[in-house]
């Protein structure tokens, strides 16, 4: 169960969907056989997870909240502020911002009070995420957790979540017609890496240094 978890973390951040859905499951299964409360809440919150990366708001927010309380009644706290943050993402999907928000919120208090900080900069950046979801777009606020974010995955040498923050600035940056400074932003990033690209967020990232490329 531990190496079935471990495997859909990984495959999730590496954007393989679909075999990490499958993991999970997997995960699922052997936890309802086995009796494991903490290892189903897991697995429940693992899929959610992917269910919000593959636009299913609706179902990650029910997979998610109900893993994260079955989670929390058996004692765990590990993960947190991966699975809440992806619970906001779900909501701001669907239009919920205020919940999006609370669970912003609760993510970053759980990096605080249990010094879980591995997820931290990709918190954030979420963060900016929802900001530009808003109505209004709270372009102000959403650089603010985007630079936070550029920050703690820099000092953590954190090089995907560099990436992604990059890439949530560079497209916020096209959308306001700085798109030379989006380039100038992502491509060193892009860049940097020497392994990993055929990971999703590399792929993505080269795909949008092909949109800001000047000439």
């Not at 495959?11 to 494991?36: I, M, P, Q």
């Not at 179902?59 to 994260?68: F, N, P, Q, R, Y």
């Not at 950046?125 to 985007?146: C, M, Q, T, W, Y």
Request: neutral net charge; glycine residues 6%.
């Amino acid at each position: 169960m531990y190496a079935l978890f471990y495997a859909a973390l990984i495959l999730t951040l590496h954007g393989e969907y679909t075999t990490a859905t499958a993991r999970a499951d997997e995960l699922a299964a052997l936890a309802d056989k086995s009796d494991s409360l903490i290892w189903k809440a897991s697995g429940m919150a693992a899929r959610g997870t992917i269910l919000t990366l593959t636009s299913k708001a609706s179902e990650a927010v029910h997979s998610i909240t109900s893993g994260l309380e079955s989670f929390r009644s058996a004692g765990g706290t590990l993960f947190r502020p991966f699975f809440l943050s992806h619970l906001a993402h779900a909501h701001a999907q669907l239009g919920q911002l205020d919940d999006a928000w609370r669970c912003i919120g609760e993510a970053l208090a759980a990096v605080q009070s249990t010094k879980e900080s591995w997820y931290e900069a990709d918190v954030h950046r979420i963060a900016g995420e929802v900001a530009l979801s808003s109505p209004n777009r709270r372009v102000a606020k959403a650089e603010a957790h985007f630079e936070r974010a550029l920050s703690i995955s820099r000092a953590q040498n954190a090089r995907t979540l560099e990436l992604r923050a990059a890439m949530s600035r560079a497209r916020l940056w096209l959308d306001l017609g700085k798109r030379c400074q989006a380039y100038d932003l992502l491509a060193p990033v892009h860049g940097s890496f020497t392994e990993s690209f055929d990971t999703l967020d590399f792929r993505m990232a080269d795909a949008l240094l092909r949109v800001l490329r000047p000439g």
